[in-house]
């Protein structure tokens, strides 16, 4: 029989302390991170990465207008007074769902609309433009999508403010609501506007 001699402790054959508590740790900071998970889910800006854009300049790019390939309008044409790029595309049906809401900002001719046909077909482009109505000061055609890659589209819609300098000041994702445009826009253009 195995009995432990004098002055020998019995040892346990369970799981050494140190492993106990780096187990519990863990399962602390799981249970936070589920917690603050959990606690951002009703945050409406949830699903937005942060534009790496924003406070730099405008990407460089040549690109034709939808209307007339033979004119090319580059990011320097731009430049002088602040702008409002919004990526669109006749095949986005959250494009059309904007359009409104677009059609009635630049209505307002606070700040020139840019359009950026994105990945489209010319003809299914004009068409849409026909059809819903043109709100845009002069529209470009990335029909490649190669410039789309320097400004970080992921999708259409996707909006952009870039001042007089040609700096980005504000990104939004997805369709531009009148709620995005009175909470957000609207600050944001007001901040490039000089005092009154």
Known sequence: MN???DGEVARS????IVAVLVGALFFVALVGLMAYGVA?????????????????????????TLHD????????????????LNVWASWCGTCRYEHPVLTRFAETRRVRVVGYDWQDE?????????????????????????????????????????????????????????????TQLLPALARLEPAR
Request: hydrophobic share 40%.
């Open 3 to 5: 009995t432990p001699q």
């Open 13 to 16: 054959k369970g799981l050494p």
């Open 40 to 64: 951002r889910s009703g945050d409406d800006d949830r699903d937005v990465l942060p534009s790496a854009l924003i406070g730099k300049p405008a990407p460089n790019f040549v690109l034709p």
């Open 69 to 84: 390939a033979s004119i090319n309008v580059s990011a320097a044409d731009l430049r002088g007074a602040p702008y409002l």
């Open 122 to 182: 010319p003809a299914d482009a004009q068409r849409w433009l026909k059809q819903l109505g043109n709100p845009f000061f002069v529209v470009l055609a990335d029909h490649e999508g190669r410039y789309a890659l320097d400004w970080g589209v992921t999708g259409a819609p996707e909006t952009f403010l870039i001042d007089g300098n040609g700096i980005v000041r504000w990104k939004y994702t997805g369709a531009l609501t009148d709620e995005v445009v009175n």
